[in-house]
């Protein structure tokens, strides 16, 4: 299994950049990385994923590191709509699980 | 389109009833997932489903848990004789393909006292 971890809780300011981390060291080849966010009492939403290169669309930036050991999701302007529970998960090789972790609570701060 | 639709979206009962979920996927997606999410906490896998294969039910917690779901389409969620841990959100999702991108419902509210 890819286990995920990303820190607990992260502040940003509105109208700057918002670097949200995430180390999965344990990640296969073939696995991609999925960022999704939760915004209280909502389902969550799908953002963007990858699998080795950089990948850019409408909601944001994913950089993965050239070993696929870590990623860093990115909103290149954050508003305070963007206050949400981030998740970094990679499935399961075998059996089409998705392992949630915790995920990083980010406050945009006005 | 229409996204994953789930009802009802809150549900109080009482300690030893058996309640029954709903998931609507999206139309043509072919996996289906069930979570739950206790409240502050992350969503912890239930029941997955990919077409007419057997479902892989690792997840359940326990044997009062039990999931249907009928070709691509709607699924049920079934929780017997429900115990106050069993209260959290109920989380429905739906993908295109296994290990696709998944859109989520707006879940199930859950409340046993």
């Known amino acids: 299994d890819a286990k995920t971890t990303q820190p607990p809780s992260m502040d940003c300011a509105e109208g700057r950049a918002a670097n949200l981390p995430c180390n999965h060291s344990?990640?296969?080849?073939?696995?991609?990385v999925y960022w999704y966010r939760q915004i209280h009492s909502q389902g969550p939403q799908y953002i963007i994923h990858g699998l080795k290169n950089n990948e850019t669309n409408e909601m944001a930036s994913l950089i993965i590191t050239e070993d696929r050991k870590s990623s860093t999701l990115i909103l290149p302007h954050a508003t305070l709509r963007d206050t949400a529970v981030y998740y970094c998960?990679?499935?399961?090789?075998?059996?089409?699980?998705?392992?949630w972790g915790a995920g990083t609570k980010l406050i945009i701060k006005p | 389109g229409a996204g994953v639709s789930q009802s009802p979206s809150n549900k109080v009962t009482e300690k030893g009833k058996d309640v029954e979920l709903r998931c609507d996927p999206i139309s043509g997606h072919t996996a289906l997932y069930w979570y739950r999410q206790r409240l502050g906490q992350g969503l912890e896998f239930l029941i997955y489903f990919q077409g007419n294969s057997a479902p892989d039910k690792s997840g359940l917690p326990s044997d009062r848990f039990s999931a249907e779901r009928t070709g691509e389409s709607v699924s049920t969620l079934t929780i017997q004789r429900t115990q106050q841990e069993d209260s959290a959100v109920y989380l429905c999702a739906s993908s295109l393909k296994p290990r696709g991108t998944q859109y989520f419902g707006p879940g199930t509210r859950l409340l046993v006292l």
């Open positions: 998960i990679a499935p399961r090789d075998s059996n089409y699980q998705l392992i």
């Open positions: 344990t990640i296969s080849g073939n696995e991609y």
